[in-house]
């Protein structure tokens, strides 16, 4: 299975705060990859996908980007509302595997 | 709008099985493909598999591929998941979801004797 190391665990950040979470994938997964945001009690929310595009209705401030086997979710100017869990997932090759969660907090 | 409306929560005996649905709408059922995904409390996300409601063909993790059983009814836009030989460690939320783009409320599965 392919792994997804994701960092950090735990992200405390100020509000306007630049902040940036990272997957590994220990195999090649092209730009097969979706970033989730998960506030406590509900489903997860696609932010992006394709490594690197903007789901629909998520705001401009969230950027994906990727450097080799390296992807990261990158939030610009945060707000309160983007204080939640934020998870990774690579879905080149079964079985489809996520990372295992960063939570961001406020400092 | 695209929305997935899954069963309520579950409360089953370890040995037992449950079976839980999630009712699709506002697109047409059988051109997209639903995933189901598992969530233990506090800890992150585990894909099961996944089920193509115009074929009926299915493709599993191999972790719950004797665990898990994916099914759908056409005509009324449902999928369904049975989880078999329940133990404590089943005990988790379950999520379906539309191309991971949409997704149901989750229905919340406890194992206790």
């Known amino acids: 299975d392919i792994q997804m190391t994701q960092s950090p665990s735990s992200l405390p950040a100020s509000l306007g705060d630049r902040v940036t979470i990272t997957c590994r994938a220990s195999?090649?997964?092209?730009?097969?990859l979706r970033w989730f945001q998960q506030k406590p009690g509900k489903s997860p929310r696609l932010m992006i996908y394709?490594?690197?595009n903007l789901a629909n209705g998520v705001p401009s401030r969230f950027s994906g980007s990727r450097s080799g086997s390296d992807y990261s979710l990158t939030i610009n100017s945060l707000e309160s509302e983007d204080m939640a869990i934020y998870y990774c997932?690579?879905?080149?090759?079964?079985?489809?595997?996520f990372g295992a969660g960063t939570k961001l907090e406020l400092k | 709008q695209v929305k997935l409306l899954q069963s309520g929560a579950a409360l089953v005996k370890p040995g037992d099985s449950v079976k839980m649905s999630c009712k699709a709408s506002?697109?047409?059922?059988?051109?997209?493909?639903i995933h189901w995904v598992k969530q233990s409390h506090g800890k992150s996300l585990e894909w099961i598999g996944y089920?193509?409601?115009?074929?009926?063909?299915?493709n599993y993790n191999e972790k719950f591929k004797s665990k898990a059983t994916l099914t759908v009814d056409k005509s009324s836009s449902t999928a369904y998941m049975e989880f078999s030989r329940l133990t404590s460690e089943d005990s988790a939320i379950y999520y379906c979801?539309?191309?991971?783009?949409?997704w149901g409320q989750g229905t919340l599965v406890t194992v206790s004797s």
């Open positions: 979801a539309k191309r991971f783009a949409y």
């Open positions: 506002g697109y047409t059922f059988t051109d997209y493909i």
């Open positions: 089920i193509n409601p115009y074929s009926g063909g299915t």
């Open positions: 195999q090649d997964i092209g730009n097969y």
């Open positions: 394709g490594a690197t």
């Open positions: 997932l690579q879905h080149n090759e079964y079985p489809y595997t």
